[in-house]
């Protein structure tokens, strides 16, 4: 079975840190471009970061960029997003999603800092909460 797993979602207070992790079954994260997207409620989905497999190139939207860090560890099969300095505007459901069919392998142009076409990408996990308290 195909499928992307999300985990390390919490409650923690502003100014903490969080590390999310995103593992895979049936095929193998290393081959594939990860990117992180996340959620509010009663707001549209956003890239917020993504890994490139082809060319190693890493995107951040300015909203996590500086406190937010993407990385691999194909050892393991998982892609963490490391986030610090968290703020009470991070709290979202957080994906981590890729494009089986199309191999991708590259995060630009695909994946957008910010924006987020959900159709662009056929390979979601269910989510993990982040909540941010004040």
């Known amino acids: 079975q195909v499928q992307l797993v999300e985990s390390g979602g919490g409650l923690v207070q502003a100014g903490g840190s969080l590390r999310l992790s995103c593992t895979s079954s049936?095929?193998?994260?290393?081959?594939?471009?990860i990117g992180w997207f996340r959620q509010a409620p009663g707001k549209e989905r956003e890239g917020i970061s993504c890994i490139s497999r082809s060319d190693g190139s890493i995107d951040y939207a300015d909203s996590v960029k500086g406190r937010f860090t993407i990385s691999r560890d194909n050892t393991k099969n998982t892609v963490y997003l490391q986030m610090n300095s968290l703020k009470p505007e991070d709290t979202a459901v957080y994906y981590c999603a890729t494009d089986l069919i199309t191999r991708w392998d590259v995060c630009r142009p695909r994946f957008q800092p910010g924006i987020t076409f959900s159709t662009h990408y056929d390979s979601w996990g269910q989510g993990t909460q982040v909540t941010v308290s004040s």
């Open positions: 049936g095929f193998t994260l290393k081959e594939f471009a």
